[in-house]
């Protein structure tokens, strides 16, 4: 073999490793920005009237305290949960015509920056409205319904709904339609991105699913 082999092979194999590290770099994926919770609040607020989107704060309301029960209470709600709700948006997992529509036109930084802002803020509270069936609502929360299978919320979402960080919601105080309408939606399966919710709802009647709802409500 000629002496000039192996020197040659030793280069074109460095230049080899030194490109496709390159590529790699370039490649990774862009580590996440810290979310500014000042950006969020200024977004929400204000919205973009040059992207079409309008400001948060008209359905949900001053600070994320909708005032409007259709529409969740976001103040106080869990980052990683907000921002999670925001990207499933976006898939088919969770379609809302407004929500879908609004979601797609926030970048990734946005989505972050909207969910730290709302988790600084503080809930108004809420208040159970059904005396009639409170009891019921507060049996299901607290030790679920054994003989369906279904589980105490309380035993994801907390004592006080307060919600576990990055896992699940927080729930106290939130409007009772609201929740009803979301135990439905999992029910139905128009909502798809909590297995666990899909399977517990399905094994809940309508009275079951309102009592809780109500309860939830009043829960500080």
Sequence with gaps: M??????????????????????????????AAKADPAKGGTLYDSGDAARGLPACMSCHGAAGNSTIVANPKLAGQIEAYTHKQLVDFTTPNRQQPIMTTY????????????????????????????????????????????EKGVAACASCHGATAGGIPAQYPRLSGQHQDYTYAQLEAFKSGTRK????MTTLSQRMSTEEMKAVSDYIAGLK
Excluded: H
């Design 2 to 31: 000629n002496r000039l082999t192996f020197p040659l092979l030793k280069s074109l194999l460095l230049a080899t490793l030194a490109v496709c590290g390159t590529a790699s770099a370039a490649e990774a994926p862009r580590a």
């Design 103 to 146: 979601a797609k036109m926030l970048t990734e930084d946005e989505k972050r920056n909207i969910a730290a802002y709302l988790a600084t803020q503080k809930q108004k509270a809420g208040a159970a409205k059904n005396k009639d069936t409170v009891e019921l609502g507060r049996k299901i929360y607290r030790g679920g319904i054994a």
């Design 193 to 196: 991105n909590s297995i666990q």
